[in-house]
């Protein structure tokens, strides 16, 4: 009875943390991306005062603001130095305050008035994500002592897991054997 | 001591089955596929005019030369090939008007040093005329496989190439290349 209860507690425990994954109640809105925005840019600002949300730098580039067409607004900044971020603004207008709490737990910023960004004043939830885009210093260079390494992609992991387990079944196995 | 031993032999059998699942999501030909993804019905390649079929993709700071071929999504599966890159045929002829779609598995002999474009780097499609365009990578970015805007038709000439990424190949990693109205180069043909 112990040793059937452990095992149903060992197995499940160990399939609920590899295949589970978390569900939430509140998903945002498809923004589309950067790198091809299917709406015309409203704004396409110049400069070197350009805000993210969420952080104090500011950066020197080109800032190019898409009007969505439920309000909610894509910024996509590229720097001079290439290292782009692309801003999801989330008008909260429609979301109760359970459905923000959820949407910052998934790592929204939230920031009470989009008017100092030069958006509608009222309150918006931002997020970044980060791409690559060319800007005016991006030197296309490439590190030739990464490209030397192969890339093997997950055939580590892969493998690594197969033989831990054939080990480990065959050790429990003797042990078993051993032990009786 | 049998108690442990049990606990030996289960954590062997589930890491047995995970590695086999995982082993089994790598070679799963749909691996590249982009969900929410609707191919236009039409055809490019037959009705295109003046474009021939891209033949090969060149990217040679990231030491990649390989055979094109065209692939279709058939019953929402991508055709995936081993020996060389696909090219969407449902999407625009590489160098044309719209967004023309390229992909590879991130093997070493494919598209595997592709994650390590950068913007600036020069892109070159030969095609079956004997003619070739230079496209420059203008973006690079790590997307999720349900992010399929990036493959929505465009208003410039684009090719947009992707390959696999990140923990068990769950990302895609996504390359733009423009081609800018520069002069191409078309093959010497006696006269």
């Known amino acids: ?180 | 001591m049998k108690t442990f031993s049990y606990i030996l032999i289960i954590f062997g059998l589930l890491w047995c089955l995970l590695g086999g699942y995982y082993w089994w999501l790598t070679n799963n030909p749909n691996r590249l596929e982009f969900t929410n993804y609707s191919a236009p019905k039409t055809k490019t390649v037959t009705t295109t005019k003046g474009a021939s079929l891209p033949e090969r993709i060149s990217i040679l700071d990231l030491k990649i030369s390989l055979p094109v071929y065209p692939a279709q999504i058939r019953d929402n599966k991508w055709d995936t090939i081993t020996d060389g890159a696909s090219y969407l045929s449902s999407s625009p002829i590489p160098g044309t008007v719209g967004n023309s779609i390229m992909y590879a598995h991130d093997w070493a002999s494919l598209f595997g040093n592709l994650v390590y474009a950068k913007p600036g780097q020069k892109v070159d499609v030969s095609y079956a005329d004997g003619s070739h365009k230079t496209f420059v990578i203008e973006y690079t970015s790590k997307v999720n496989p349900s992010e399929s805007s990036i493959l929505a038709p465009s208003k410039d000439k684009r090719m947009t190439l992707y390959t696999c990424t990140g923990f068990m190949d769950s990302q895609r990693f996504v390359v733009v290349a423009l081609l800018h109205d520069t002069p191409t180069f078309a093959a010497i043909t006696k006269p």
């Open chain 1, 1 to 180: 009875m112990l040793k059937k209860s452990l095992f149903t507690i060992l197995t499940l425990s160990v399939f609920l943390t590899v295949f589970s994954k978390p569900a939430f109640a509140v998903s945002s809105p498809d923004f589309g991306s950067c790198l091809n925005p299917q709406v015309t840019a409203s704004q396409v600002n110049g400069g070197s005062n350009h805000g993210v949300a969420g952080q104090t730098t500011t950066y020197s580039g080109t800032d190019s603001i898409y009007y969505l067409s439920d309000g909610n607004v894509m910024q996509c900044l590229c720097p001079d130095s290439g290292t782009a971020i692309q801003t999801n603004w989330l008008k909260t207008s429609n979301l109760s305050a359970s459905d923000i709490d959820v949407l910052k737990s998934q790592g929204w910023t939230y920031v009470a008035t989009g008017s100092s960004w030069g958006l509608s004043d009222v309150p918006y939830l931002a997020k970044n994500s980060n791409y690559s885009c060319r800007g005016e210093n991006t030197t296309p260079t490439v590190q030739s002592s990464v490209l030397s390494l192969a890339y093997t992609g997950s055939a580590v992991a892969i493998y690594g897991l197969i033989i831990a387990g054939v080990t480990a079944l065959v050790a429990g196995m003797l042990l078993k054997k051993f032990s009786k």
